[in-house]
């Protein structure tokens, strides 16, 4: 038990708490503690019954049982896995920046979810999460299942192809795919590369509640040199591990 308690508290502070809840929901509506039916988010009960807490719970909630187990599971994987590594690379340092992210996802999730009736908000975060480190990470070579390789930027895609053999949705992926493009794109694209405005800029009181732990201007909107080369150098390697990978031209193994 030492072991996993060690395990779990070197996992980065906000996706440490994303991870609890993605689990702790679940469990609580699996075991009947609260009735599920109060866990989706449902537009009418959110908009015309005033049950408030709906988006909050449907994106922590995923409704586990024999068909839906390993979908649920491998998902966690994905949020585990990608959300310890953007945390830990791009955003090292920067949790408010970083919250900030799944704050404007989430946002962008909820409304989308309300208008094409979304019960389930799990997968599309995360899936915005992943597309983000993709992005940032897209030249490298990613492995998946049965040693086939190809470059980050495309992973996203493949997961979407993936989820829907195992069970999911493709409505749910591709949200979520979309989501996390509108963000880089606002974030990074646009004002980085194409020379454009900043649209997005982290509020000032996620930094004083989260303060960087290290030196760097607030927000993207002048960003510190380190921003890319945290992406650049975010640690890939590791074939047992979907969409680990290593740089084009390193040495493989």
Avoid at 197 to 212: D, G
Wanted: glycine share 12%; aromatic share 18%; charged share 15%.
């Amino acid at each position: 038990m030492s072991d996993l308690g060690d395990w779990f508290r070197s996992i980065p502070l906000i996706t440490r708490y994303w991870f609890a809840g993605s689990i702790a929901v679940p469990l609580v509506g699996k075991l009947g503690l609260v009735s599920p039916v109060y866990l989706f988010l449902w537009p009418d009960a959110f908009i015309n019954r005033f049950q408030i807490w709906r988006p909050i719970t449907a994106t922590f909630f995923f409704p586990v049982g024999p068909g839906t187990g390993f979908l649920y599971l491998v998902n966690l994987y994905f949020l585990y896995q990608y959300s310890s590594r953007l945390e830990t690379g791009a955003f090292d340092g920067r949790p408010a920046d970083y919250m900030f992210m799944l704050l404007f996802n989430w946002i962008c999730i909820v409304i989308t979810g309300l208008a094409m009736d979304m019960q389930l908000l799990m997968i599309p975060l995360i899936m915005s999460v992943l597309y983000v480190w993709a992005q940032l990470n897209r030249d490298m070579i990613v492995s998946f299942w049965f040693g086939t390789r190809f470059k980050a930027c495309y992973l996203p895609w493949v997961i979407l192809g993936f989820n829907y053999i195992i069970g999911g949705s493709v409505i749910n992926e591709l949200i979520g795919n979309l989501v996390g493009h509108l963000y880089f794109f606002l974030m990074f694209k646009y004002p980085m590369d194409l020379g454009g405005r900043n649209f997005l800029s982290t509020p000032q009181f996620l930094y004083r509640w989260l303060p960087n732990r290290r030196g760097g201007v607030s927000g993207f909107g002048v960003p510190p040199a380190s921003m890319r080369r945290a992406a650049e150098d975010q640690q890939g390697g590791g074939r047992h591990n979907w969409g680990q990978g290593f740089r084009l031209g390193d040495h493989m193994n």
